[in-house]
């Protein structure tokens, strides 16, 4: 935005980066015709820099995401400094019974020193998919339900990639990808050996994908209209579809069929909803957690109830057909990305901070 010689804006502000991306903590570089700013992910961001009459052309200073935060140019332009922040999210499971109440404790299945995430069962029981940083990017993984075993699928070396989900034949994963500047969604085949297979292409951001429960679609969220919706595409790309109006970011396909959506305009922020047959919403649960903090048990939900006072310990709730809610667990720490059930609706996972840590880092030099 420019300003006059009172310091008064002149026009109304142009966007120079694109909706539907972290961006932050813009600065100047000497002359005033370059700036420098962070964008990508809560994961993962990328210090870059831009030519304000060119903002297309804007240049990664790194090749691979990190935990970067609040990037400071110094006076000369020459050199960055940031934080670096490391979270340790790992994946819990906890049994519970056909009263659907605790056996025991939770147990760790899936951990590293890095952020483990967005956990999801095959629709057959087998296997437990999740993204995780452990690599030093966001990648998809795959592992046995009880976490042994834990493999790459398929990816790209230099891409933050995330939000798994099965087919549900359970042989393929859908994800997102941001190999360019935006992401899109990409069918990766659990064998070994296998390039993944972009499915959507249009130049907003594409992300959060799940199948229709047939198999022949992909549905997934996107900015593309200016507000975020849910769409579909077939399950080997072509002609896209919008399904909602009213403004949603992420879904879920029930056992019966209906699609559920959360974090759409208009409403309270992760309340969730069920999608009907006319467009229309109706309201489920209050809201929850994280996004995808909620899943479908055979009868009834699972969710993580927001706390409604902060610093308040987060609890995995179950709630019946009619409505009622039920306590399953208190969460001790901090609550993760990601919640599912397994088939066999006795065990439920979900993504949980065991620690975090941050360093002062600085980049020397800039080209």
């Excluded at 006076?75 to 960055?80: A, S, V």
């Excluded at 969220?221 to 970011?249: C, M, V």
Aim: aromatic share 10%; proline share 8%; hydrophobic share 35%.
């Amino acid at each position: 935005m420019r300003l006059d010689a009172e310091q008064m804006p002149e026009a109304e502000p142009v966007a120079l980066t694109q909706a539907g991306l972290f961006t932050s903590s813009p600065s100047f570089f000497p002359g005033g015709k370059e700036i420098l700013y962070a964008q990508g992910s809560l994961e993962g961001r990328r210090p870059f820099r831009m030519n304000i009459a060119n903002p297309d052309g804007a240049i990664a200073l790194l090749a691979l995401s990190m935990p970067l935060w609040m990037p400071t140019l110094s006076m000369d332009g020459k050199r960055i400094a940031y934080a670096h922040r490391s979270f340790d999210t790992n994946l819990w499971t906890l049994e519970i019974n056909e009263q659907h109440q605790p056996v025991g404790q939770p147990q760790l299945v899936v951990a590293s020193s890095r952020g483990d995430a967005n956990p999801a069962y095959s629709p057959d029981g087998r296997w437990l998919a999740f993204d995780t940083t452990r690599s030093g990017v966001s990648e998809i993984w795959i592992a046995e339900a009880n976490g042994r075993n834990p493999r790459r699928i398929g990816g790209f070396p230099e891409a933050m990639c995330g939000s798994p989900a099965w087919s549900p034949n359970s042989q393929w994963l859908a994800f997102d990808a941001r190999v360019e500047q935006s992401s899109d969604i990409y069918v990766a085949s659990i064998q070994e050996g296998i390039q993944p297979r972009r499915i959507t292409t249009h130049a907003a951001d594409d992300l959060l994908p799940g199948w229709s429960g047939d198999g022949a679609w992909i549905q997934f969220a996107s900015n593309r209209t200016g507000t975020w919706q849910i769409w579909r595409i077939p399950d080997t790309g072509g002609d896209e579809q919008q399904l909602t109006t009213t403004g949603a970011l992420f879904h879920r396909v029930a056992p019966n069929g209906d699609v559920y959506t959360t974090q759409t305009e208009g409403r309270q922020e992760d309340a969730v909803m069920r999608l009907t047959s006319d467009g229309q919403e109706t309201p489920v649960l209050p809201p929850v957690y994280w996004y995808n903090s909620f899943d479908f048990l055979r009868s009834g939900l699972v969710y993580i109830a927001k706390p409604s006072r902060p610093n308040a310990a987060a609890t995995v709730v179950y709630r019946d057909e009619a409505g009622r809610d039920h306590p399953v667990h208190k969460l001790r720490n901090g609550v993760g990305f990601g919640l599912s059930v397994c088939p066999d609706g006795r065990h439920i996972t979900w993504s949980q901070q065991d620690g975090n840590s941050s360093d002062l880092m600085l980049i020397d030099d800039l080209p």
